[in-house]
Every structure is written in structure tokens, then in C-alpha cells.
């Protein structure tokens, strides 16, 4: 079987460990920044941040490791991070696609990306680096979105939507056709989007309204 570590020690590693394993990887180690994450799996070393992450690099010499991010919700920065990261350290950073999802022929889906069960990508969509399209997600022709995009379980996004860098598109919510959501949006759950949203921004409620700044978005500013 091929090696595979995550960067990311809670629940979204479980979802992506049953997927790895279908595709004849073995996780062999997992990553965690928070140091009092307790190990997801009794049979895998956590080891923390960059430095447990030499350690485990000079345990285990040059062999040829993939990986991937398992951080989800409006970490998209992070995830970015943290795949150039494993990315300089001779991680290969792979995209993942689950049996039961649906992927047009022509889709594009780039790497660190995450395609879900029972989630569909349409006919020329791009999906940008290390997003996540989470359980019977869809998102719909023509559609493009930038890297670091998490679309949460049950969201919608239906046709020719264009979503920016990091942005987190929250469960159950619905993006009408030809909308542009910009970068570091979070759209509130169950949401119904019917215009534009800026860059940075909060916004929920049917229809969605813009409700406030997005504080990860301005800290970084």
C-alpha cells in the first residue's frame, strides 16, 4: 500500500481515513498544531506542529509519503498553509475523489482537494487547491471555485458560480445561478445567496444578507 499522512488530528481525519484506505493508502502518521489534541486512532502516531513533524520526518528517512490537509471549516489559509508546507518538505499532496461521488469528465480538480460521498462536480467546473466538497455537496456547470474553498454537507451551487479563495460555504445553504461570492466569505448554513457577496464578508438568512466582516478575513488585512 502507498503512505499517506494528515495534517489535521480530529474529526474530519476519520472521514478522510475510510476514503484513503479505499484507495489503497495507509496512514501512517498524523500532524496536529494544537497540542492537546488527543490521537484520532489507536494504531497512528500524532506527532505536533513543525517539530514533531522533523521528528517524524528523521524517523522515517526519504520514503516516498503523500498527504493530505484534514482541516475544514473557514480554515481555508490554513490549509493552504500547511499543504506548501508538507509540499517543501517532499510531501506529495494528493486530490482525493470518493467512489460514490459524481465528477464530470471535464471537470478540473486541483491538488490537496477532497471530493466527498455522494457529492457532485458538473460539467466545467474548476475546483482550486485544497478544497473540500463535504457529503452531497453540489456544485453545479461552469462553476469555479478558488483555492482553499470548503462547501459544506448539503450545500448547493447551482451553475456558473464563481466562489473566491477560502471561503467556507456553510451546510444546507443554496447559491443561485451566476452569483459571485468573493474571498474569505463565510455563508451562514441553510442560507439562500441571490446576489454578490464581497470579499471578507458574513452573510446568511433566505434571502442572504450581508451581516457583518469576516474577523479572520480582517486580521489579515
Known amino acids: 500500500m502507498k503512505r499517506i499522512v494528515f495534517w489535521g488530528a480530529s474529526g474530519h ?13 495507509e496512514l501512517v502518521a498524523t500532524f496536529d498544531n494544537n497540542g492537546e489534541v488527543p490521537a484520532p486512532f489507536a494504531d497512528v502516531p500524532l506527532y505536533y506542529g513543525t517539530q514533531g513533524f522533523e521528528r517524524w520526518k528523521q524517523e522515517n528517512g526519504s520514503a516516498k509519503t503523500a498527504g493530505l ?4 471549516g473557514a480554515s481555508g489559509r490554513i490549509r493552504l498553509d500547511i499543504q506548501r508546507f508538507m509540499e517543501q518538505n517532499q510531501v506529495e499532496l494528493i486530490k482525493v475523489i470518493h467512489p460514490t461521488a459524481f465528477v464530470a469528465a471535464d471537470a478540473i480538480i486541483r491538488k490537496g482537494s477532497q471530493i466527498l460521498v455522494n457529492a457532485s462536480v458538473c460539467p466545467e467546473v474548476t475546483v482550486g487547491e485544497a478544497c473540500i466538497l463535504n457529503t452531497a455537496s453540489s456544485v453545479d456547470h461552469e462553476s469555479v471555485l478558488g483555492n482553499g474553498v470548503h462547501i459544506a454537507p448539503g450545500a448547493v451551487l447551482a451553475g456558473c458560480v464563481t466562489v473566491g479563495d477560502h471561503t467556507l ?44 466582516d469576516n474577523l479572520n478575513f480582517r486580521a489579515v488585512q
Open 69 to 72: 490537509v484534514a482541516i475544514g
Open 13 to 25: 481525519a476519520k472521514v478522510l481515513r475510510e476514503l484513503v484506505e479505499h484507495l489503497g493508502y
Open 169 to 212: 460555504i456553510g451546510p444546507g445553504a443554496v447559491v443561485v445561478p451566476r452569483v459571485n461570492i468573493g474571498s474569505d466569505v463565510i455563508v451562514g448554513a441553510g442560507s439562500v445567496v441571490t446576489k454578490d457577496v464581497p470579499n471578507g464578508k458574513v452573510a446568511y438568512g433566505n434571502p442572504a444578507r450581508i451581516k457583518g
